[in-house]
């Protein structure tokens, strides 16, 4: 198993409450520090996406609008590359994100079981979903690039290694 | 596969030696291990001589195309008043390889230096390493070895001490398998939409941000530290079988084994001495059915073809496959090989940028056909469609996404085509029948 890194567990700002700009004080220094390693503006572009899921726990499109101010891009642009990448949330998603890889070599090795059982223990029932009480989402990805350790699953930032359906109220445990 | 990672005694542990002591991690503990010599040796040397070293040692890049190294450092010309990049490829997302993770994972500063060499050799300043999104500890691990890096005065404008500049940055990808292909991952770098370039300009003439750039995997960067301490004959030295493959290789074995993980072996070891004794061989009462050697990209071998095999860059071909990532993907006879192949092609359908009129319709048709068969309601016609669809995939497209979807599909339906026409015929998929064929 992986070593533990710190659970997150980081709050969604919801569809509807007023956003707050990300890019002041801290993480506009990390910005500003990011920017001198490239030498154009929209090179920090995904950098600087990810510092707004970090900081929103999704990507809105206020969001993709601050993103665009402070880089000289426009909204349009923005969101064309946030729509092309899997990883940036464009809605609200669980307190836990849950990500299963199903491709293949773990296909083989049982990760629709694994499936079956994080939507049953979760509550979420269906992929996608979020469970009633906003905890978990569960989706399936492709390759997470730790095949060797089938089923390997993401919980927001941790991984989990070795997973099997009889496993999984175990693992979910940890993020009750 | 547990760590501490005691290798096999028929392995050679050259780039997986400290896989499994935390200590390694560390800038001291990986000096304690003779870190950093190598970069020390390579700032007194001129870079010429780094290049033909790195060409004599016959070293073939092991992010899947095997070009060689040293010749592709050759392309690049210092001295044009330019700006120079390198880019080092940790996108890993090929299905069943993950060796470039454990690099990282186990020892990050082995690939930092490893980046500070190949930039100095080709005369640029700057590397930046796109490690995939999804690789959360490999990402923290290489974010505190280049900080470490930094604060030891190894990289920056004075790196070690020398007046030469290097600098070494690490940039997160957001999820999209074809950000591993090279041109693709030059355009995410600079904030654009994955999509893969047409070539030419070759990334040498015109990469990342419109200036020379030389891109290398993971696995290839960190070989260059080993061979410049040890010489480039000690390189070539390590092979059981030719010469144009030199060197020791990582292997990622998945799938139904009793022993997946990580193995370090020399060029031209025997294949099936690798699945069976050193992996394990097939799980308790199973039995092995069909091998793709290389990543999901590369050519199914039967277990025939995968038993005959000499594991260098010639004799997976030889074998009906290809080298590829050197990500082993093994599948038993509890397998159905359509559903195998069917779901491989849901990954690159999903994966496709759809720049490409073959490859975004070829991918989503290819599956939907793939899914039908698998699920009884295929038609013999489908088979020769799925032909001539994987034809017009080959070949014609702006990179080779496109074939490499074709590729499990050609292979299967040749090598393994009675299960196909069962399903068609109405027969269920039942493991009994494939350890019958
Ligand atoms: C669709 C596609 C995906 C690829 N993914 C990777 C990858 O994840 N890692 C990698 O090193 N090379 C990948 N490659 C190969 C790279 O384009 C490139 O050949 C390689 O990084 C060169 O490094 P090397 O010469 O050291 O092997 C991919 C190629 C294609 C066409
Ligand atoms: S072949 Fe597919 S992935 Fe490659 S550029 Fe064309 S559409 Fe994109
Ligand atoms: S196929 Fe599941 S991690 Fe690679």
Same mark, same amino acid.
Not at chain 1, 1 to 15: D, I, K, Q, V
Not at chain 1, 147 to 175: H, Q, W, Y
Not at chain 2, 231 to 247: F, V
Not at chain 2, 315 to 336: K, N, P, R, T
């Given at each position: 198993?992986?070593?533990?890194?710190?659970?997150?567990?980081?709050?969604?700002?919801?569809?509807?409450?007023?956003?707050?700009?990300?890019?002041?004080?801290?993480?506009?220094?990390?910005?500003?520090?990011?920017?001198?390693?490239?030498?154009?503006?929209?090179?920090?572009?995904?950098?600087?996406?990810?510092?707004?899921?970090?900081?929103?726990?999704?990507?809105?499109?206020?969001?993709?609008?601050?993103?665009?101010?402070?880089?000289?891009?426009?909204?349009?642009?923005?969101?064309?590359?946030?729509?092309?990448?899997?990883? $940036?949330?464009?809605?609200?998603?669980?307190? $836990?994100?849950?990500?299963?890889?199903?491709?293949?070599?773990?296909?083989?090795?049982?990760?629709?079981?694994?499936?079956?059982?994080?939507?049953?223990?979760?509550?979420?029932?269906?992929?996608?979903?979020?469970?009633?009480?906003?905890?978990?989402?569960?989706?399936?990805?492709?390759?997470?690039?730790?095949?060797?350790?089938?089923?390997?699953?993401?919980?927001?930032?941790?991984?989990?290694?070795?997973?099997?359906?009889?496993?999984?109220?175990?693992?979910?445990?940890?993020?009750? | 596969?547990?760590?501490? &990672?005691?290798?096999?005694?028929?392995?050679?542990?050259?780039?997986?030696? &400290?896989?499994? =002591?935390?200590?390694?991690?560390?800038?001291?503990?990986?000096?304690?291990?003779?870190?950093?010599?190598?970069? =020390?040796?390579?700032?007194?040397?001129?870079?010429?001589?780094?290049?033909?070293?790195?060409?004599?040692?016959?070293?073939?890049?092991?992010?899947?195309?095997?070009?060689?190294?040293?010749?592709?450092?050759?392309?690049?010309?210092?001295?044009?008043?330019?700006?120079?990049?390198?880019?080092?490829?940790?996108?890993?997302?090929?299905?069943?390889?993950?060796?470039?993770?454990?690099?990282?994972?186990?020892?990050?500063?082995?690939?930092?230096?490893?980046?500070?060499?190949?930039?100095?050799?080709?005369?640029?300043?700057?590397?930046?390493?796109?490690?995939?999104?999804?690789?959360?500890?490999?990402?923290?691990?290489?974010?505190?070895?280049?900080?470490?890096?930094?604060?030891?005065?190894?990289?920056?404008?004075?790196?070690?001490?020398?007046?030469? #500049?290097?600098?070494?940055?690490?940039?997160?990808?957001?999820?999209?398998?074809?950000?591993?292909?090279?041109?693709?991952?030059?355009?995410?770098?600079?904030?654009?939409?994955?999509?893969? #370039?047409?070539?030419?300009?070759?990334?040498?003439?015109?990469?990342?941000?419109?200036?020379?750039?030389?891109?290398?995997?993971?696995?290839?960067?960190?070989?260059?530290?080993?061979?410049?301490?040890?010489?480039?004959?000690?390189?070539?030295?390590?092979?059981?079988?030719?010469?144009?493959?030199?060197?020791?290789?990582?292997?990622?074995?998945?799938?139904?084994?009793?022993?997946?993980?990580?193995?370090?072996?020399?060029?031209?070891?025997?294949?099936?001495?690798?699945?069976?004794?050193?992996?394990?061989?097939?799980?308790?009462?199973?039995?092995?059915?069909?091998?793709?050697?290389?990543?999901?990209?590369?050519?199914?071998?039967?277990?025939?073809?995968?038993?005959?095999?000499?594991?260098?860059? =010639?004799?997976?071909?030889?074998?009906?496959?290809?080298?590829?990532?050197?990500?082993?993907?093994?599948? *038993?006879?509890?397998?159905?090989?359509?559903?195998?192949?069917?779901?491989?092609?849901?990954?690159?359908?999903?994966?496709?940028?759809?720049?490409?009129?073959?490859? #975004?319709?070829?991918?989503?048709?290819?599956?939907?056909?793939?899914?039908?068969?698998?699920?009884?309601?295929?038609?013999?016609? *489908?088979? *020769?469609?799925?032909?001539?669809?994987?034809?017009?995939?080959?070949?014609?497209?702006?990179?080779?996404?496109?074939?490499?979807?074709?590729?499990?599909?050609?292979?299967?339906?040749?090598?393994? #085509?009675?299960?196909?026409?069962?399903?068609? &015929?109405?027969?269920?998929?039942?493991?009994?029948?494939?350890?019958?064929?």
């Amino acid at each position: 198993m992986s070593t533990p890194l710190a659970a997150p567990g980081h709050a969604s700002h919801g569809a509807h409450e007023p956003y707050v700009k990300v890019f002041t004080g801290g993480p506009r220094k990390e910005l500003d520090e990011l920017l001198t390693r490239y030498p154009t503006k929209m090179a920090a572009l995904l950098p600087a996406l990810w510092m707004v899921q970090r900081e929103r726990g999704w990507v809105s499109e206020d969001g993709i609008a601050e993103v665009a101010e402070v880089l000289e891009l426009t909204p349009a642009y923005v969101k064309g590359v946030v729509t092309f990448y899997t990883m $940036y949330h464009q809605h609200p998603v669980g307190k $836990y994100f849950i990500q299963v890889c199903t491709t293949s070599p773990c296909g083989i090795c049982g990760a629709e079981d694994v499936v079956k059982a994080l939507l049953k223990h979760t509550g979420a029932v269906e992929l996608g979903q979020t469970s009633p009480d906003g905890k978990f989402t569960v989706i399936e990805v492709e390759c997470l690039g730790a095949c060797g350790f089938a089923t390997p699953i993401m919980i927001n930032e941790e991984f989990v290694e070795s997973v099997t359906a009889d496993k999984v109220p175990e693992v979910l445990a940890r993020f009750a | 596969m547990g760590y501490p &990672h005691v290798p096999h005694q028929k392995e050679t542990p050259v780039l997986t030696k &400290h896989f499994g =002591e935390a200590e390694a991690r560390s800038l001291d503990g990986w000096k304690k291990r003779g870190g950093y010599r190598a970069l =020390e040796k390579a700032l007194g040397m001129a870079p010429a001589d780094i290049v033909n070293v790195i060409k004599d040692s016959g070293l073939r890049g092991r992010g899947g195309a095997g070009f060689p190294t040293g010749m592709k450092w050759s392309f690049m010309k210092p001295g044009d008043g330019k700006p120079h990049y390198l880019c080092c490829n940790a996108d890993e997302s090929e299905p069943g390889t993950f060796k470039d993770r454990e690099i990282m994972r186990w020892t990050p500063h082995s690939l930092v230096e490893g980046c500070a060499i190949g930039s100095y050799a080709i005369g640029a300043e700057t590397c930046y390493i796109y490690v995939r999104g999804e690789f959360t500890e490999p990402l923290e691990h290489m974010n505190a070895a280049v900080k470490e890096a930094y604060a030891a005065g190894i990289l920056g404008k004075n790196a070690m001490g020398t007046g030469k #500049r290097v600098d070494v940055h690490v940039h997160k990808g957001a999820g999209a398998y074809i950000c591993g292909e090279e041109t693709a991952l030059m355009n995410s770098l600079e904030g654009r939409r994955g999509n893969p #370039r047409i070539k030419p300009p070759f990334p040498a003439v015109s990469g990342v941000f419109g200036m020379p750039t030389t891109i290398n995997n993971v696995e290839t960067l960190a070989a260059a530290a080993p061979i410049l301490i040890n010489g480039a004959d000690w390189y070539k030295k390590m092979c059981l079988s030719n010469p144009k493959s030199t060197g020791t290789k990582l292997y990622s074995v998945c799938g139904n084994i009793a022993k997946p993980g990580t193995y370090e072996v020399v060029m031209g070891f025997p294949f099936k001495e690798f699945l069976y004794d050193l992996c394990g061989g097939p799980l308790p009462g199973r039995k092995f059915k069909a091998i793709i050697p290389g990543g999901a990209s590369v050519p199914i071998q039967t277990m025939e073809e995968a038993e005959a095999t000499i594991m260098d860059y =010639e004799g997976f071909v030889a074998g009906g496959s290809m080298l590829g990532s050197g990500g082993v993907i093994v599948i *038993d006879d509890q397998q159905s090989m359509v559903g195998v192949i069917a779901r491989l092609a849901r990954f690159f359908a999903h994966e496709s940028c759809a720049q490409c009129t073959q490859c #975004r319709e070829g991918t989503a048709w290819a599956t939907k056909i793939m899914e039908r068969i698998r699920d009884g309601e295929g038609t013999m016609e *489908d088979l *020769d469609t799925l032909l001539e669809i994987s034809e017009n995939m080959t070949g014609k497209t702006i990179c080779v996404l496109s074939d490499s979807c074709a590729t499990p599909i050609v292979s299967g339906i040749q090598k393994f #085509r009675s299960e196909f026409e069962a399903l068609i &015929h109405g027969k269920k998929f039942h493991p009994v029948m494939a350890a019958v064929a």
